[in-house]
């Protein structure tokens, strides 16, 4: 497998914040702080690289596959290609799914043939924000696929289980039951 290096700057950047801002003890263990090497400008910049950079990857992704995708304007990519016809969901319904989740390499890294469905209330959190707001465009008996970009997800650590730092998720769902 190759990997791609490509995300490298960004990343340097923000470890050079992080050991610029780390202060250093003075006299009498007082804290001093040291200037930052890298200012707001650098930092926003670098997020906007590793943005870009996820975009090109998901747009690819999708391309392959021929999907016609539908992204919001925070980024999350949605298609529902089977309409249910039961009650839409809303802030504060309990939500149940069927679910597979995956990687753009096609890792399985959660599926409900494994853990069971997934059960949560919508708009409490415990869940991604993006999957938290595909599921307010769904209704019981859709089938969707999402992608959730890293900032959407789980971002630049990951889960520290089977998701890695900075990961495109890809969501297959089933909504298939929704209380109120």
């Not at 707001?40 to 995708?69: H, P, T």
């Not at 997800?153 to 990951?158: E, N, Q, R, S």
């Amino acid at each position: 497998m190759v990997k791609n290096w490509s995300f490298a700057p960004g990343l340097i950047i923000l470890a050079a914040f992080i050991i610029s801002c780390s202060g250093s003890s003075g006299k009498n263990g007082e804290s001093r702080r040291q200037s930052p090497a890298v200012d707001k400008e650098d930092l926003v910049r670098a997020n906007q690289f590793l943005v870009g950079k996820d975009m090109e990857l998901i747009d690819a992704y999708i391309s392959r596959r021929n999907w016609n995708m539908t992204f919001t304007k925070t980024g999350l990519g949605y298609q529902v290609y089977k309409k249910g016809d039961g009650p839409e969901v809303k802030r504060g319904n309990t939500v149940s799914l069927e679910y597979t989740v995956s990687l753009l390499n096609g890792d399985i890294c959660y599926s409900s043939d494994d853990d069971g469905p997934m059960t949560f209330r919508v708009g409490q959190g415990g869940v991604e924000a993006g999957l938290e707001e595909a599921v307010l465009m769904l209704r019981k008996g859709d089938r969707a696929r999402l992608i959730l970009p890293p900032f959407l997800g789980h971002g630049l650590i990951g889960d520290h289980n089977r998701i890695p730092p900075r990961a495109v998720l890809v969501y297959e769902v089933e909504v298939i039951n929704v209380v109120s």
